[in-house]
């Protein structure tokens, strides 16, 4: 257990010991009340801090790596103040005039935290999960995808599209509408829509369930747009998402293909020798290893933003194919695989 969660769960020991010491309700919902204000005081620093990393980077002051861990390291601290919260909202259940506000604070947790800075947090930990990521920023947005076993997941932020200080009332109906004609590609497909969840502060949640995966959708009440979002997508199986056009190489004994998909979508890489039996081997992107075939021959992992070479070697023999993202004009330049966060 790391320090912040060390101190996170003290503070919840000495909250129930106070509580319990506590004269009458008035005294507890004064301590309370004072927990809920640390809680307020702790997510307004968060923001600041993230406020801050994606600045330095976006002025080249850190790399991606720091950057990402930082990033990781707020996902983790967010998820202590939720633990707090939960918290705070059992011990208050006893004091009647005590109202939680656990809606108004979750809604400040939104942008902090997400599949992809967790999976981060568990690489840098112990060395599980996904140890590649693709990043983009502008001064108003994170995007941040990886792959994790045979799932695709991308989250994007957008500062721009967040404004708690607009006041406007949608009905349920209205948010779902707006949200799901956001994605007029799943909105062909007639997606489950589940769990409206309605925060304070102008927001609310929709999940849309499709065949091919799920998304989570965070709208703004007040600006009308989508500021938050967390993609699924099944990359096997008879549900995957299609994939792109496979930019070949079989002038060796060794098959490669590789599927085409936009920067920091998923990419499959599949080698097979010249019967089409699959082949294990080690596969590069740039100058990187990025991992090995499993036993069907497939490697799936995110696309790096500019045009880059797969190599595969197995034994002596190597095979090469250089591949140009969608969206993106072909250059001679290329660039290395998504950035390792394990290290």
Known sequence: MDRNKVQSQQKMYTLDEKLSNADDDEERYQLLTRFRTDLELELSSLKNKERSASKEFNNQEIGVREYVERLAMLDSRADDVNRAIDHMKTKGK??????????????????????????????????????????????????????????????????????????????????????????????????????????????????????????????????????????????????????????????????????????????????????????????????NEVGETDSDGILLTVSPRRTFTVSARHGSERVNVTVTPYGVTRTNATSGPPQDIAG
């Open 94 to 287: 006893s004091v009647i005039q005590f109202a939680p506000h656990e809606y108004e604070l979750r809604a400040d947790l939104i942008p902090l935290r997400g599949e992809v800075r967790n999976n981060v947090v568990e690489s840098v930990r112990s060395g599980t999960g996904s140890k590649y990521v693709y990043v983009a920023t502008t001064s108003d947005g994170t995007v941040l995808s990886t792959v994790l076993g045979n799932k695709y997941v991308r989250e994007a932020y957008r500062s721009d599209y967040r404004n708690s200080s607009l006041d406007s009332y949608l009905t349920g109906r209205e948010k779902t509408n707006i949200t799901v004609n956001s994605y007029p590609w799943v909105k062909e497909k007639n997606p489950g829509t589940s769990s409206n969840i309605q925060y304070k502060k102008g927001v609310s949640e929709t999940k849309m369930v499709y065949p091919q995966g799920v998304i989570t959708a965070y709208l703004d009440s007040g600006t009308e747009r989508i500021y938050r979002e967390i993609q699924y997508k099944l990359l096997t199986g008879d549900n995957h998402i299609p994939y792109g056009t496979a930019i070949r190489n079989n002038s060796t004994d060794l098959h490669l293909a590789v599927n085409r998909t936009y920067p920091g979508g998923p990419l499959r890489i599949n080698l097979t020798d010249a019967n089409g039996d699959p082949v294990r081997a080690t596969i590069e992107i740039g100058e």
